[in-house]
């Protein structure tokens, strides 16, 4: 099952997030919640690159 994830991630340029991540998996038939995808996830150290904050606000005073 680490190797789909990892599959999975990694085709997408390391941009699928567990919503995405579970929806890929539940189309190849495998039944997963969300959660258990972050824990996987988490367990691999696997973070998408939307995750981060790109941007700072700034405060136009």
């Known amino acids: 099952m680490h190797k789909r994830f990892n599959l999975f991630f990694n ?3 390391q941009s699928y997030g ?4 579970r929806k890929a ?3 190849q ?4 919640s969300r959660r258990d995808v972050a824990n996987v ?6 973070k998408s690159g939307y995750t981060a904050k790109r941007y700072k606000n700034s405060s136009s005073l």
Do not use: E, F, Q
């Open 41 to 46: 996830m988490k367990a691999l150290s696997l």
């Open 11 to 13: 085709h997408s340029y």
């Open 29 to 32: 038939g495998i039944i997963v």
């Open 18 to 21: 567990t919503r995405r991540i």
């Open 25 to 27: 998996l539940s189309n």
